[in-house]
């Protein structure tokens, strides 16, 4: 190997120097002329910035960004820009919106926080003591402003030398109040806003209870609890649901500004319990009285409903030769217990007079209700009476007329129900429970005419329902 070959080449100083200057000449140039490519990815945000009718609102400026830089297909660096120029844009305008609407200083808003009381919203607007009192004193209906709860929001107009001129709260979807200074002082304004009334569907299948089925199908607990109450005369739902059960309706549904604020009546409604289906539809008569009948005109309502507290599970059933768990000794059983959390609702089972509100030996707090001349029931162990529940007194069919509790000779809080037929004790389980009136004969045809529609309303969304859910 020669000596020339082992080392590394060299190159003249002159072309060293030459190399350097072209490279800085090259780098120049893309600084003053940019490529097509770069040059068309600044146009093309220039033009959205500068586009008046593509700019995002206040406040939502982050979003509409977004729409802008990913709606045109027709760019071809609207995909590969998209990462680092939606932020930046984002930011930008957000940015730009902060500084072109600034806060009226004299606006201010307060949202409760618990522990807060009217004094510490008050203070937190600098607003004093005296400030509260005048407007709170001013009248009574000013009051109900200190009734505040946790996230409710209220807006205070200031004037210029700082007090108040204006307040205001929105105590749910439908109501809010206000108090206005004037010349002769605060004046108070509640105002109610009347929802728009439309109907809905629902439909939901029984795995473990009717609460949990019926929360699944968008139901609220009122609408629960009315569903049950419809069908209460024939389904006894502290025993009766079977998994597989089912239900439909058609209800009310109160809305403001296409939102959701409540619920009104069940218009309709069916239950398949057990294999067996009960139809109901809600009808008002001519003389305004409004009831529940089924498919064919006769009434959903009987003299007596089934179970006098709201799904309580049974502890112990109607028997002549039960064990008395606190005597120890046969002993019969002649109603049937209802194990429910002390201080449930007990209801009367249909209309009556109260023949007895108070202590009755074993039974502790009872009450006795006489139905007629051949029915009486008798509700023992409560906690408690309901108001106005006394001896003499006229009660009507779902009244509460007392609580759960366990007094008497009792092991824990349940309701002991017993019914009478003529004197003699029966099984209200298996009682076959009278009939109420079926819509009157000259109103048949009006109860048809709107009772049709509803029905072929639930077959058809349920068709709908269940084709759908057929879909892969």
Same mark, same amino acid.
């Given at each position: 190997?020669?000596?020339?070959?082992?080392?590394?080449?060299?190159?003249?100083? /002159?072309?060293?120097?030459?190399?350097?200057?072209?490279?800085?000449?090259?780098?120049?140039?893309?600084?003053?002329?940019?490529?097509?490519?770069?040059?068309? %990815?600044?146009?093309?945000?220039?033009?959205?910035?500068?586009?008046?009718?593509?700019?995002?609102?206040?406040?939502?400026?982050?979003? +509409?960004?977004?729409?802008?830089?990913?709606?045109?297909?027709?760019?071809?660096?609207? *995909?590969?820009?998209?990462?680092?120029?939606?932020? =930046?844009?984002?930011?930008?305008?957000?940015?730009? @919106?902060?500084?072109?609407?600034?806060? #009226?200083?004299?606006?201010?808003?307060?949202?409760?926080?618990? @522990?807060?009381?009217?004094? *510490?919203?008050?203070?937190?607007?600098?607003?004093? =003591?005296?400030?509260?009192?005048? =407007?709170? #004193?001013?009248?009574? !209906?000013?009051?109900?402003?200190?009734?505040?709860?946790?996230?409710?929001?209220?807006?205070? &107009?200031?004037?210029?030398?700082?007090?108040?001129?204006?307040?205001?709260?929105?105590?749910?979807?439908?109501?809010?109040?206000?108090?206005?200074?004037?010349?002769? @002082?605060?004046?108070?304004?509640?105002?109610?806003?009347?929802?728009?009334? &439309?109907? /809905?569907?629902?439909?939901?299948?029984?795995?473990?209870?009717?609460?949990?089925?019926?929360?699944?199908?968008?139901?609220?607990?009122?609408?629960?609890?009315?569903? =049950?109450?419809?069908?209460?005369?024939?389904?006894?739902?502290?025993?009766?649901?079977?998994?597989?059960? !089912?239900?439909?309706?058609?209800?009310?549904?109160?809305?403001?500004?296409?939102?959701?604020?409540?619920?009104?009546?069940?218009?309709?409604?069916?239950?398949?319990? &057990?294999?067996?289906?009960?139809?109901?539809?809600?009808?008002?008569?001519? $003389?305004?009285?409004?009831?529940?009948?089924?498919?064919?005109?006769?009434?959903?309502?009987?003299?007596?409903?089934?179970?006098?507290?709201?799904?309580?599970?049974?502890?112990?059933?109607?028997?002549?030769?039960?064990?008395?768990?606190?005597?120890?000794?046969?002993?019969?059983?002649?109603?049937?217990?209802?194990?429910?959390?002390?201080?449930?609702?007990?209801?009367?089972?249909?209309?009556?007079?109260?023949?007895?509100?108070?202590?009755?030996?074993?039974?502790?707090?009872?009450?006795?209700? $006489?139905?007629?001349?051949?029915?009486?029931?008798?509700?023992?162990?409560?906690?408690?009476?309901?108001?106005?529940?006394?001896?003499?007194?006229?009660?009507?069919?779902?009244?509460?007329?007392?609580?759960?509790?366990?007094?008497?000779? /009792?092991?824990?809080?349940?309701?002991?129900? !017993?019914?009478?037929?003529?004197? %003699?004790?029966?099984?209200?389980?298996? +009682?076959?429970?009278?009939?109420?009136?079926?819509?009157?004969?000259? !109103?048949?045809? &009006?109860?048809?005419?709107? /009772?049709?529609?509803?029905?072929?309303?639930?077959?058809?969304?349920?068709?709908?329902?269940?084709?759908?859910?057929?879909?892969?």
């Amino acid at each position: 190997m020669t000596q020339s070959s082992s080392k590394a080449t060299s190159y003249p100083r /002159s072309h060293l120097l030459a190399a350097s200057g072209i490279a800085a000449l090259l780098s120049l140039a893309l600084l003053v002329f940019p490529s097509r490519e770069v040059e068309a %990815r600044k146009t093309y945000l220039s033009m959205e910035l500068d586009n008046g009718a593509e700019q995002a609102p206040q406040g939502k400026e982050g979003l +509409q960004a977004e729409q802008v830089l990913g709606a045109n297909d027709a760019s071809p660096f609207a *995909t590969d820009y998209a990462t680092p120029g939606r932020d =930046a844009l984002a930011t930008d305008n957000k940015a730009e @919106g902060s500084q072109a609407s600034p806060l #009226d200083p004299l606006q201010k808003s307060v949202i409760v926080a618990s @522990g807060d009381t009217l004094s *510490t919203v008050f203070s937190r607007v600098g607003l004093n =003591a005296n400030a509260l009192h005048e =407007a709170i #004193d001013s009248s009574k !209906e000013a009051k109900r402003f200190s009734r505040l709860h946790v996230g409710q929001t209220l807006d205070f &107009r200031l004037s210029t030398d700082g007090r108040l001129d204006h307040l205001s709260s929105k105590l749910n979807d439908l109501e809010s109040i206000s108090l206005t200074r004037s010349e002769s @002082g605060f004046s108070f304004k509640h105002e109610q806003v009347k929802p728009d009334v &439309r109907t /809905s569907y629902a439909r939901g299948v029984i795995n473990s209870s009717l609460f949990l089925s019926a929360k699944r199908a968008g139901l609220s607990h009122n609408l629960t609890m009315d569903l =049950a109450n419809v069908f209460g005369y024939d389904i006894d739902f502290a025993q009766d649901l079977r998994e597989g059960d !089912e239900f439909e309706m058609v209800y009310e549904e109160h809305v403001v500004d296409d939102k959701r604020v409540g619920n009104g009546n069940i218009l309709s409604a069916r239950f398949t319990n &057990r294999g067996k289906t009960y139809t109901a539809v809600r009808y008002t008569s001519k $003389q305004g009285v409004t009831n529940y009948y089924n498919a064919d005109g006769m009434s959903m309502r009987k003299a007596f409903i089934r179970t006098p507290v709201d799904f309580a599970r049974i502890s112990s059933k109607f028997s002549l030769g039960r064990k008395h768990p606190i005597l120890n000794k046969i002993r019969a059983h002649k109603g049937v217990d209802y194990a429910a959390p002390r201080g449930t609702p007990i209801k009367a089972a249909g209309d009556g007079r109260v023949l007895l509100a108070g202590r009755k030996g074993g039974y502790g707090n009872a009450v006795v209700i $006489q139905h007629g001349n051949s029915y009486r029931t008798l509700y023992g162990h409560m906690q408690g009476f309901a108001k106005g529940v006394r001896t003499g007194v006229n009660v009507k069919q779902g009244q509460i007329i007392g609580y759960i509790g366990t007094t008497g000779l /009792s092991t824990g809080p349940h309701l002991h129900y !017993e019914f009478q037929v003529n004197g %003699r004790h029966v099984d209200p389980l298996s +009682q076959k429970l009278p009939m109420a009136d079926p819509i009157a004969r000259n !109103e048949k045809q &009006r109860f048809l005419e709107q /009772s049709k529609p509803l029905m072929a309303r639930m077959d058809q969304e349920k068709a709908t329902m269940l084709a759908a859910n057929k879909q892969p």
